[in-house]
C-alpha cells in the first residue's frame, strides 16, 4: 500500500508561486509515475502534470505548461509542484497520485491518490 500527503495550498494572491509538496511512503513509492491532478468547483478533475520515476521526463496540461513546475526528491520521497503566476483559474483542490498503467493524463490510470490541498487564488 501507498500512503500520499499533500500539503502547501492555502490562500494565495493572483500573481503568487506557492509550491506543493506530497510525501509518499509505502513499498515501491519511489519508483512509480507521479502526477498532480485538480478538480475546480463544479468541474470535473482534470490533469495538471506528471513525471517519470527518475524525473527524466515531464508533461504538463496546455493551461499550466510555462507557469508550473513538477519536480521529485526520489531520496526524500516527495513530489512537488512549484507553482508560479497564479491565476483566480487556478483555484482548485488539488491532488497527487501515483502507479500509472495507461496514459499519463488520465486520472483513471493512477491507482494511489492523496486526500489534496486546496489552492484558493484570489484576484
Known amino acids: 500500500q501507498v500512503q500520499l500527503v499533500e500539503s502547501g495550498g492555502g490562500l494565495v494572491q493572483a500573481g503568487g508561486s506557492p509550491r506543493l509538496s506530497c510525501a509518499t511512503s509505502g513499498r515501491g513509492s519511489s519508483s512509480y509515475v507521479m502526477g498532480w491532478f485538480r478538480r475546480a468547483p463544479g468541474k470535473e478533475r482534470e490533469f495538471v502534470a506528471a513525471?517519470?520515476?527518475?524525473?527524466?521526463?515531464?508533461y504538463y496540461a496546455d493551461s499550466v505548461k510555462g507557469r508550473f513546475t513538477i519536480s521529485r526528491d526520489r531520496a526524500k520521497n516527495t513530489l512537488y509542484l512549484q507553482m508560479n503566476i497564479l491565476k483566480p483559474d487556478d483555484t482548485a483542490l488539488y491532488y497527487c497520485?501515483?502507479?500509472?498503467?495507461?496514459?499519463?493524463?488520465?486520472?483513471?490510470?493512477?491507482?494511489?491518490w492523496g486526500q489534496g490541498t486546496q489552492v484558493t487564488v484570489s484576484s
Open positions: 513525471i517519470t520515476w527518475n524525473g527524466g521526463l515531464t
Open positions: 497520485a501515483a502507479n500509472v498503467v495507461g496514459s499519463y493524463y488520465s486520472a483513471g490510470a493512477y491507482k494511489y
